[in-house]
Nanobody, 124 residues
Framework: QVQLVESGGGLVQAGGSLRLSCAAS????????AGWFRQAPGKEREFVAS????????TYVDSVKGRFTISRNNAKNTLYLQMNSMTPEDTAVYYC?????????????????WGQGTQVTVSS
């Protein structure tokens, strides 16, 4: 059973940066795509970014392009999300997820393992 644990969330001022980490254990992580999603209060879970198993392909939602960077260290079974130039609209609980396959997707149903989430709050 794969377990994913996010860390790195917190409170940051607008314009600031945070780096989220997602540590995977209990199963194979390296051979699967992975992604980050977020959910703000009263809103549906939203795709943020994804990365293929070999890190050759990355995809971002338009609202974070140029500000966020997804990466992974397969030797450490860890997924990252570097968030720069943050705005209050980035406030949400951020979740990491492992894809059902090698490729990347923006659809939550394409992921079968999820972390518990980490709160990110951006103050204005």
């Amino acid at each position: 059973q794969v377990q994913l644990v996010e860390s790195g969330g917190g409170l940051v001022q607008a314009g600031g940066s945070l780096r989220l980490s997602c540590a995977a254990s209990g199963g194979t992580f390296n051979f699967y795509g992975a992604g980050w999603f977020r959910q703000a209060p009263g809103k549906e879970r939203e795709f943020v970014a994804s990365i293929s198993s070999g890190a050759g392909t990355t995809t971002y939602v338009d609202s974070v392009k140029g500000r966020f960077t997804i990466s992974r260290n397969n030797a450490k079974n860890t997924l990252y999300l570097q968030m720069n130039s943050m705005t209050p609209e980035d406030t949400a609980v951020y979740y990491c997820a492992r894809s059902r396959g090698l490729s990347v997707s923006s659809t939550p149903s394409s992921y079968n393992y999820w972390g518990q989430g980490t709160q990110v709050t951006v103050s204005s």
